[in-house]
């Protein structure tokens, strides 16, 4: 049931121009997504919240928008080239690779799966009384099953932590885990893959002509720090924040644009105090949760999850998890990434990347807190929140099926539709063009005029258009339109000039900024 919705959104998202595989035309480059002319005015819409919630609505976070090819020597700094490895199985039999880690958390996922079952199974017998937290606390099967997953969580971090591959092999063995595929449990050893993706630069061959296309986005903006704080006289506190390219070559591409090889980032770095660290962790842990709850994501669907394997740069992350089709799964990472970056830029390329602190007289290298978002998984996230069937009233009062992208208004592709009663009566075309003429300098607005007005109204709901304006007879006479509503179906007649300022005060960003002031 679940899977289904999953399966209903890449084919939604396909059939209504929102998202397409790269290069099908030659069967598909795997874990590689082209966005189509919906997909990309509601991939640009989120970059832009995103970026104004940073940039506009903090005095002191700035912009930048840095090359993807960086100085090789960058990736040596960062760690990247040492550290930034997925462990890697192979099944002898099948020839399958696999992502040794990702074996062992599916395996957790299906003992999660017994302990849900057990919780739904109690709650149909005790009915209203159920106490769940009571029942999962005290419960021997679901205790036991927990304690399982605890070993081995253990087990696999201290396998990862201390780089001894070889005991995560064995704990796969251990729990009898077979190819997914096969079948087969004939394993070779576990090994480390590097997931950079490499190019040669035209005229240096050789390593030192080796360069990486950029795995986060956050190094171009570490390698600007004294650049952007001097130009922009910058007081620490203060972050510089970007959206752009990263490519991961990963080994388990799968679940649409959750895991691509190339996608994109929003990434904003926080450059604070060292010793200030954790109270800017915990107020930018709090603020983007305030950010993905302003569009009305529900309570339930949203989650904190500590890491308990920390990234080669971290001394503290958590990532923010939306519960998509396929289970509460990472949307968002915040990290306090101490002084790694700034110390080992400085380091390698002999400048001092550091800050004088006229407060307390000092210089020192800043510490970083780091917000960082997938603007793909985030797409995946609104399309989730806004998949929605449901039957309604159609156009002469039958009830009917549709299907609808409750999107948030100001997040949506097209904000207004306007529909000519009929298309056949050329005062009605005329009126109908003349009315989108003036909305299309102000909002994102269609004109409409093929098939009957009930058909018009569906397509316009499965892209999530907000309003649909009706240009009908009574038009003529009184300059009057009627305006559908997308969610309510509610129907208000107004003033042609009226339209501008009442679709612009519900569907601008700023009704979203406005909710994220303290
Ligand atoms: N600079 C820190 C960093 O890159 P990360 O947790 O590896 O941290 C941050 O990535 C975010 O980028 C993730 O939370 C996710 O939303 C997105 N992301 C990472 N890998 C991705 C992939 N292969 N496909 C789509 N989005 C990805």
Same mark, same amino acid.
């Given at each position: 049931m679940?899977?289904?919705?999953?399966?209903?959104?890449?084919?939604?998202?396909k059939? =209504? +121009?929102?998202?397409?595989?790269?290069?099908?035309i030659?069967d598909?480059?795997?874990? /590689?997504y082209?966005?189509?002319?919906?997909g990309?005015e509601?991939?640009n819409?989120?970059?832009?919240?995103?970026?104004?919630?940073?940039?506009?609505?903090? +005095?002191n976070?700035?912009?930048?928008d840095s090359?993807i090819?960086?100085?090789?020597?960058?990736?040596?700094?960062?760690?990247?080239?040492d550290a930034?490895?997925?462990?890697?199985?192979?099944?002898?039999?099948?020839?399958k690779? =696999?992502?040794?880690?990702v074996?062992?958390?599916?395996?957790?996922?299906?003992?999660?799966?017994k302990?849900n079952?057990?919780?739904?199974k109690?709650k149909?017998r005790?009915g209203?009384?159920?106490d769940?937290?009571?029942?999962?606390?005290?419960?021997?099967?679901?205790?036991?099953?927990?304690k399982?997953?605890?070993d081995i969580n253990t087990?696999?971090?201290?396998?990862?932590?201390?780089?001894?591959?070889?005991n995560?092999?064995?704990?796969?063995?251990?729990l009898?885990i077979?190819?997914p595929?096969?079948g087969?449990?004939?394993?070779?050893d /576990?090994?480390? #893959?590097?997931?950079? #993706?490499?190019?040669?630069?035209g005229?240096?061959? +050789?390593?030192e002509g080796?360069l990486?296309?950029r795995?986060?986005t956050?190094?171009?903006i570490?390698? &600007?720090f004294? &650049?952007?704080?001097?130009?922009?006289r910058q007081?620490?506190?203060?972050?510089i924040?970007?959206?752009?390219?990263?490519?991961?070559?990963e080994?388990?591409?799968r679940q649409?644009?959750?895991?691509?090889?190339e996608?994109?980032?929003?990434?904003?770095q926080y450059f604070?105090?060292?010793?200030e660290?954790?109270?800017w962790?915990d107020?930018?842990k709090?603020q983007?949760?305030k950010?993905?709850?302003?569009?009305?994501? $529900?309570?339930?669907?949203?989650r904190?999850?500590?890491?308990?394997?920390?990234?080669h740069?971290? &001394?503290?992350?958590? $990532?923010?998890?939306?519960?998509?089709p #396929?289970?509460?799964?990472?949307?968002?990472?915040?990290?306090?990434?101490?002084?790694?970056?700034l110390?080992?830029?400085?380091?390698?390329?002999?400048?001092?990347?550091?800050?004088f602190?006229?407060?307390?007289?000092e210089?020192y290298?800043p =510490?970083v /807190?780091?917000?960082?978002?997938?603007?793909?998984r985030?797409?995946?996230?609104?399309m989730?929140?806004?998949?929605?069937e449901?039957?309604?009233?159609d156009?002469s009062?039958?009830?009917s099926e549709?299907?609808v992208l409750?999107?948030?208004?100001a997040l949506?592709?097209i904000?207004a539709?306007?529909?000519?009663?009929?298309?056949?009566k050329e005062?009605l075309?005329?009126?109908?063009?003349?009315?989108f003429n003036?909305?299309?300098?102000?909002?994102?607005?269609?004109?409409d005029?093929? $098939?009957?007005?009930?058909?018009? =109204?569906?397509r316009?709901?499965?892209?999530?258009?907000?309003?649909?304006?009706?240009?009908?007879?009574d038009t003529?006479?009184n300059?009057?339109v009627?305006?559908?509503?997308r969610?309510?179906?509610?129907? $208000?007649?107004?003033?042609?000039?009226?339209l501008v300022?009442?679709?612009?005060?519900h569907?601008d960003?700023s009704?979203?900024?406005s909710?994220?002031?303290?």
């Open positions: 679940i899977q289904d919705l999953f399966k209903k959104i890449v084919s939604h998202s059939k =209504y +121009g929102f998202i397409f595989q790269s290069s099908e030659y598909g480059l795997s874990a /590689v082209d966005y189509g002319p919906y990309v509601l991939k819409n989120i970059k832009e919240y995103w970026f104004k919630s940073m940039v506009r609505m903090h +005095g976070i700035v912009g930048i090359a090819f960086m100085h090789p020597k960058t990736w040596k700094a960062s760690g990247h080239v930034f490895n997925d462990p890697l199985i192979d099944n002898k039999d099948s020839k690779r =696999y992502r040794a880690d074996l062992v958390e599916d395996y957790i996922a299906k003992i999660e799966a302990i079952k057990e919780v739904t109690a149909k005790f209203e009384d159920f769940e937290i009571h029942f999962r606390a005290t419960n021997q099967r679901v205790l036991n099953n927990i399982k997953i605890e087990k696999m971090s201290n396998a990862l932590n201390t780089g001894k591959l070889e995560l092999k064995l704990l796969i063995e251990e009898g077979a190819d595929v096969s087969s449990k004939n394993w070779t /576990v090994r480390q #893959f590097n997931l950079m #993706f490499n190019t040669q630069l005229n240096i061959s +050789g390593e080796k990486y296309l795995p986060e956050a190094q171009g570490f390698v &600007n004294l &650049n952007v704080q001097k130009t922009t007081k620490i506190p203060f972050g924040a970007q959206i752009g390219k990263a490519f991961r070559n080994i388990v591409a649409f644009i959750f895991r691509m090889r996608f994109e980032q929003m990434e904003m604070v105090r060292p010793g660290e954790m109270k962790y107020y930018w709090t983007r949760m950010w993905h709850k302003s569009l009305g994501t $529900d309570d339930s669907k949203l904190y999850h500590d890491h308990d394997n920390l990234a740069y971290a &001394n503290a992350a958590v $990532d923010i998890e939306f519960e998509f #396929f289970g509460f799964k990472e949307l968002e990472g915040i990290h306090s990434r101490t002084d790694f970056d110390k080992s830029h400085s380091e390698l390329s002999g400048k001092k990347l550091q800050y602190d006229p407060e307390i007289n210089n290298i =510490y /807190v780091e917000t960082s978002i997938g603007v793909d985030m797409f995946l996230a609104v989730t929140n806004a998949y929605t449901e039957i309604v009233p156009a009062g039958n009830e549709r299907v409750k999107i948030p208004a949506a592709p904000k539709t306007v529909l000519p009663l009929v298309k056949n005062e075309t005329d009126k109908a063009k003349e009315v003036k909305l299309k300098p102000f909002v994102n607005t269609q004109y005029e093929k $098939d009957a007005i009930g058909r018009r =109204y569906r316009q709901d499965a892209i999530g258009t907000p309003y649909c304006i009706t240009v009908d007879f003529l006479e300059d009057t009627t305006v559908r509503e969610d309510s179906l509610k129907q $208000d007649r107004m003033h042609i000039d009226e300022p009442y679709i612009q005060k569907t960003l009704s979203l900024l909710k994220l002031t303290d």
